[in-house]
């Protein structure tokens, strides 16, 4: 049941962040009681049903302010809206990708985050499957994680370079090219109808 009280103290605090600065916390941070409210409705809200304001709000939380036994799953839930929102964001550019040299830097992720991706709903992919995404809409590593949703862990080494670990979020529409490949792998066919066209042109 929705506490609509709380939903509009919610929502007037929200548009207070965004909207009016306060001096005390500096410019567009809540309260410690606003952020911890935000919090509590964004891990309780499912995702599809968050206020916009809200979720904007959410996204704007630092971390650091997070008490720590919440901090994971509020990472979690923000970078499963961050990327709902580029998911959707792509759909309205449709398959074929401009990207701009250097508008974009990828965020690279370490070990011990594959809790959060998990439960923002990624799935880990292979290496060879990353390389034929990449092999099959021509865009680079970063193109990829910059204009879907690949999304590499990081593992430092002693020597050389650090080993790559891929993960793909489970709405990424380029997921149905990744399905193919899996089929052809295992000797199925290799086209599957409208498994849609994804490329970065230059």
Partial sequence: ???????????LAAWAVLAVPT???GPGTPSEEVSLQL???????????MDPKLANAFLDLDLE??????KEKV?????????????????????IRWPQPDACTPKYYGPGDEGALAIAGF?????????FL???TKCSEAELCCEFSLTIILIPRKKGPPLKRFFLHDNDPINSLLAEYRNKKVGGQTKFFGAGVFSCNR
């Fill in 1 to 11: 049941m929705i506490d609509y009280p709380a939903m509009a103290f919610l929502l």
């Fill in 23 to 25: 001096a005390a916390a």
């Fill in 39 to 49: 919090v509590d409705y964004a891990l309780r809200t499912p995702t599809p049903d």
């Fill in 65 to 70: 302010m997070i008490p720590k036994k919440k």
């Fill in 75 to 95: 990472r979690a839930k923000q970078l499963e809206l961050r990327t709902l929102l580029k998911i959707s964001a792509g759909k309205k550019k449709g398959g």
């Fill in 123 to 131: 799935a880990e992919i292979e290496e060879d499957e990353a390389d």
């Fill in 134 to 136: 990449e092999e099959r």
